[in-house]
């Protein structure tokens, strides 16, 4: 998170209707909800996920077995079988 000064984008009467609230302090303005975006959606890391786990089912399906595949992917069994047996 980068810091902006608010002097140097709001106006002069918003600065000093802020200041009757708070004054030299470091306040956060959060965005929109409209704005939101889920978690890796950005960075690409959500559909990296998704195309692994999609591998995982298919070689799972091909008969592999649970622990080749934990072993495979460095996950855990448990993680394998909550990504086979999840819809």
Do not use: C, H
């Not at 998170?1 to 984008?9: E, F, G, L, R």
Request: aromatic fraction near 12%; proline fraction near 2%; charge should be positive.
């Amino acid at each position: 998170m980068s810091y902006v000064k608010a002097n140097s984008i709001l106006p002069e009467e918003l600065i000093k209707e802020i200041q009757q609230y708070i004054q030299g302090e470091t306040i956060y303005i959060p965005k929109e909800k409209s704005s939101y975006q889920k978690w890796g959606t950005s960075s690409g890391a959500r559909k990296a996920i998704a195309e692994r786990n999609a591998s995982i089912k298919k070689a799972y399906k091909d008969g592999f077995s649970i622990d080749d595949l934990a072993e495979e992917y460095y996950l855990s069994v448990d993680t394998i079988k909550k990504i086979i047996y999840s819809s």
